[in-house]
C-alpha cells in the first residue's frame, strides 16, 4: 500500500517538476587546435599548428534550478582537430627522397558539456553565461599528408585515426578514447526561444598514447539554435 501510495505521489509530482524542462536543437561552426606539450612541443615548435575550421550539432536541455540558475547538459557531435604549418626544418628535403609533409588532423567527437548557466533579464531576452565540465569519446579520425619529392607534391594520402587504449597498425594513428575538460559560454536568448551563444572548450586530459609528448584538445565555437517547449517563464 506504501508503494502504491509513493508512486502515487512521484507521478502527480513529475509533470511539475519536468514539465519546466525544456530541450532544444542547435548548431555551429568552430575553430579548433591541438596544444602539444612534453617531448613533442619541444620537438613540433611553438606555432606548428594552426585552427582547424569544423561544425558541431547540440541537442540540449535548459533545466531550472533556482531562480536564475539553469543547468544545461548537451549532447554535441563535433569535428575537430588541427591544421599543420609547413616548417621545412621539421622534415628537410632531401634531393630524390619521397618525403612526408602532414596537412590536417580531423577528429569526430561525441561530447557532453554540463553547464550551470545564470540568465540576466536584458532587453526582451536573456543574457546567459556558463561554466562547467565536460567529457568527451572520440569517434573517427583522420590524418592527411602529403608526399613531396624534390619540394614537388607527389600525391596526397590519408591515414585513419582510430580511439582505443591499446592495439595499433602501422597504417592506423591510435588516440586516447577518452578526453575531459572545462566549457565556458556566454550568449543571449531571443524572446526565450531562439538562442545564439559563444563558447569555448578546453581539454584538460592527454589524447597522445606515446610516451614523450602530451596533446590536448582545444576550441572557440558560435553556435544558434531554437529551445522549444518553454514553460519556465
Known sequence: MKKALLVCMLLYAAPG???QVS??????????????GGGAGETIGTGYMKPLYGWHADLMFNIPVAGRFYLQPYLRYIRKGATIRDQPWLKPDIPGLT???????????????????YKLPVGRGHLVGGVGPYVGYGLKGKYNYRLMRNGVEEARE?????????????STIRMQPWEAGAHLSIGYEFFSTFTIAANCNIGLTDIDRGNDGRSRNQYLGLSMGFLLNREDY
Do not use: C
Not at 567527437?109 to 548557466?117: C, F, G, I, K, R
Not at 590519408?158 to 602501422?170: L, P, Q, T
Open 17 to 19: 517538476v519536468f514539465g
Open 23 to 36: 530541450i532544444g536543437v542547435r548548431g555551429g561552426f568552430n575553430a579548433s587546435n591541438i596544444e602539444f
Open 99 to 117: 618525403v612526408t609533409w602532414g596537412s590536417s588532423m580531423e577528429l569526430d567527437y561525441l561530447e557532453l558539456p554540463v553547464n550551470m548557466v
Open 158 to 170: 590519408v591515414r585513419k585515426v582510430r580511439f582505443s587504449d591499446s592495439g595499433g597498425d602501422a
